[in-house]
């Protein structure tokens, strides 16, 4: 019976809901090519992080052990020689990272909640008459050469009272889906238009080169990533637990703490991995707001370059050591990953 | 004292709640942005004991489009040939079309229109800025490179993005080791992958310069031609962002119901008339999203020109990004912010037009 109903041809699937056998062969085919596409730039650094200067010259050798004798100077050259120069710039990282995406993500989950379940309805005419007068303080403090602390303070007496005095007029009133697009399109902002004033900011601060500034600016550049992905969560989360929490007399933050939290944990997992590595990898703002003390370790990758030309054996060791972090974490942690990005995604 | 204070906090805790945010957006991204603002209409000048700044109006403008700077960030215009006059043409009518489209389809709100206006302007100017530095003869500026690597760059990753997802969502063994191979360039930092494609694409003596000689190719040097460099940049960002697309489409396409897809099959429709019928529709607001997150990014590229090329050969690889920090080095702050409000503009028009005309009517349609 069976030997009667199989199929003998290339292009006919043996089985219901499976592919044809050549059909199988083409598929494994560019999965194959793929993955050696993606396999093959890391193993050429691998490779290469073992290699001498004279390996590295034409014919390229492909083999350790069989082309090659693998060698650790360079590694023993980044790590022993180097040795402050390499751990200082990773221990930033190692610092700025983490902290400024666990900031990202307090603040960020708690917008995205407060924007979940509580309605706001700013009036526009407060928020526009406060982008004026920061617009004024500005043109102030530029124009006029008033010190700052003197036209902030004015500015914001000025907001106050007018607000008493106008606030009744304002009729026209944003809702809970305007902040959020808001916050979500700073994405937008290229950094670079943010990143003069930053810098700017933190030098008269007397901040610049320092990790607080870095994570300062991670995370509010991350921010708008956290609320999007986050909200999307939190709208998923049923609300009965928290109505009756509610009921017995719990604050909103116990029950934010208490109960939201951890059943959003894979969510907040799937977007702390993402900005994580967001913020691992971050050049620009750290180009602006980091020379010496807290320069973090893609600058430092960056910086070879200038400093003695391309030694790809030396530049081999610092990539995998940059990377090799972020590769240990996201693997174990990948199936969060695509369910997380998918929320955020599906349901924009 | 103590339960008052908790007391306090508990009846302002809805604006507790979202006021960190507000602040954080209001201290490192407006208020930086006004004063960009400013910096973008001033002069920057480096005086005894400290700086001045000149209000020049908008000089840092005029200077990028039609000074001494319009090579740099436009490009140098060479005379546009028939064909790029007919893509044109092509162009405005479409535009027109959709104009009239639109005004026929009921009242027309205000908004509505002047958005459409400044979209439809942009992009035909832009096409224009394309068609003429694209010409023999012409020039790339830094404008017209970035609308590069976000067009044709978003649009190879989407593809291929797509293509593996769909690849990897057929029922075959092994799929959870292509799912993580494929994902792994997207944690490579790029300033990494910058120097690793320069180590690849060294071609005297990277893995593949046997195959440069064998073509006679092992004396050129691609770093030194403006399209193979554009091409090696090009290459590097898709190597990091094709797992990106893939993965959130390979989910898109796991969470897609299987039962029209098996009626569809069993009433004898070929592979491609189910993806055309069945499964593209239910994917597309997916899609839309991704390649708008894509395009959001892909505008602010920097690290790897800045890694890869320096900008150059010349600025045939200068970002946007890249050209507003190489202004801010030579302390000409007022042209940098100027840059950074240019690419600010293009990448709000477009990002919100697609936000607006793609995004939207795809997931009301859907919902």
């Known amino acids: ?348 | 004292m103590k339960r008052m204070l908790s007391l306090w906090l508990d009846r302002q805790s809805d604006r507790l709640f979202i006021l960190p945010s507000v602040l954080m957006i209001l201290a490192f991204s407006i208020f930086p942005l006004l004063i960009s603002a400013y910096l973008a209409l001033s002069r920057f000048q480096l005086g005894i004991g400290g700086y001045q700044l000149h209000f020049v109006g908008f000089a840092n403008f005029a200077k990028l489009l039609f000074g001494t700077e319009q090579y740099h960030f436009l490009g140098v215009f060479a005379p546009i040939p028939w064909l790029g006059w007919l893509l044109l043409a092509l162009l405005a009518g479409l535009l027109g079309a959709s104009l009239v489209r639109y005004l026929r389809g009921g009242p027309a709100g205000i908004a509505g229109l002047i958005g459409r206006a400044i979209l439809m302007t942009l992009i035909l100017a832009l096409a224009l800025l394309l068609a003429a530095t694209l010409a023999a003869g012409g020039q790339l500026g830094s404008l017209s490179v970035t609308l590069l690597y976000v067009i044709l760059g978003v649009s190879a990753q989407f593809v291929c993005g797509l293509a593996l997802a769909m690849l990897c969502s057929q029922r075959i063994a092994g799929r959870g080791f292509f799912r993580v191979v494929f994902f792994l360039p997207l944690m490579v930092t790029p300033v990494g992958i910058a120097y690793m494609f320069r180590m690849l694409a060294d071609m005297t003596q990277g893995p593949l310069a046997p195959l440069w000689r064998l073509f006679g190719l092992g004396d050129l040097s691609w770093a030194s031609q403006a399209w193979s460099a554009r091409l090696v940049v090009m290459v590097g960002d898709s190597w990091q962002w094709i797992p990106f697309i893939f993965i959130v489409m390979l989910a898109a396409l796991e969470g897609q119901s299987q039962d029209q897809v098996e009626a569809a099959s069993l009433d004898g429709a070929s592979y491609w008339q189910i993806f055309r019928g069945v499964t593209w529709p239910e994917i597309a607001p997916v899609a839309a999203t991704v390649v708008l997150i894509r395009v959001i990014e892909a505008f602010k590229i920097i690290d790897l020109p800045n890694v890869l090329t320096n900008g150059g050969p010349g600025i045939a690889t200068e970002s946007l990004t890249l050209h507003s920090f190489i202004n801010w080095r030579t302390l000409d702050l007022g042209g940098s912010a100027a840059v950074a409000y240019m690419l600010l503009f293009v990448s709000t028009v477009f990002c919100s037009s697609f936000f607006n005309f793609i995004m939207q009517p795809l997931r009301s349609a859907r919902a």
């Open chain 1, 1 to 348: 019976m069976s030997k009667a109903v199989r199929r003998t041809s290339l292009f006919e699937p043996r089985r219901y809901g499976e592919l044809a056998p050549a059909s199988k062969i083409a598929v494994y085919g560019l999965l194959a090519l793929w993955s050696t596409v993606v396999l093959f730039p890391l193993y050429w650094v691998a490779i290469t992080s073992f290699k001498l200067p004279i390996d590295v010259a034409y014919p390229p050798k492909y083999l350790p052990f069989i082309d090659y004798q693998p060698s650790l100077h360079a590694w023993r050259y980044i790590f022993v020689d180097l040795g402050n120069d390499t751990f200082r710039p990773y221990m930033n990282s190692v610092i700025v990272a983490p902290l400024s995406t666990l900031l990202a993500l307090i603040i960020g989950s708690m917008a995205a909640y407060a924007l979940s379940r509580i309605q706001y309805r700013p009036s526009l005419g407060s928020v526009v008459t406060f982008i004026l007068l920061l617009a004024g303080v500005v043109l102030a403090v530029a124009l006029a050469g008033i010190d700052w602390r003197i036209a902030t303070l004015v500015a914001f007496v000025l907001f106050f009272f007018l607000l008493r005095a106008l606030g009744s007029r304002f009729r026209r009133r944003l809702g809970n889906g305007d902040i959020l697009f808001w916050i979500i399109s700073q994405r937008i902002l290229p950094p670079v238009v943010a990143a003069i004033p930053v810098y700017v900011m933190f030098q008269k601060l007397h901040m610049l080169d320092t990790h607080a500034a870095l994570i300062a600016t991670y995370a509010t550049v991350n921010l708008p990533i956290v609320v999007w992905l986050m909200y999307d969560f939190f709208v998923a989360v049923p609300k009965d637990l928290e109505e009756s929490a509610q009921l017995d007399g719990a604050s909103r933050f116990r029950i934010f703490i208490g109960i939201v939290l951890p059943l959003a944990k894979p969510g907040l997992i799937a977007t702390g991995l993402l900005v994580l590595i967001l913020a691992w990898n971050e050049y620009l703002l750290a180009l602006f707001l980091s020379t010496a003390k807290a320069q973090t370790i893609p600058l430092l990758v960056a910086a070879q370059n200038a400093t003695r030309g391309p030694q790809w054996w030396y530049m081999s060791v610092l990539i995998i050591i940059m990377i090799a972090p972020v590769l240990v974490i996201t693997i174990t942690l990948q199936k969060y990953i695509a369910k997380g990005l998918l929320l955020g995604a599906v349901k924009g």
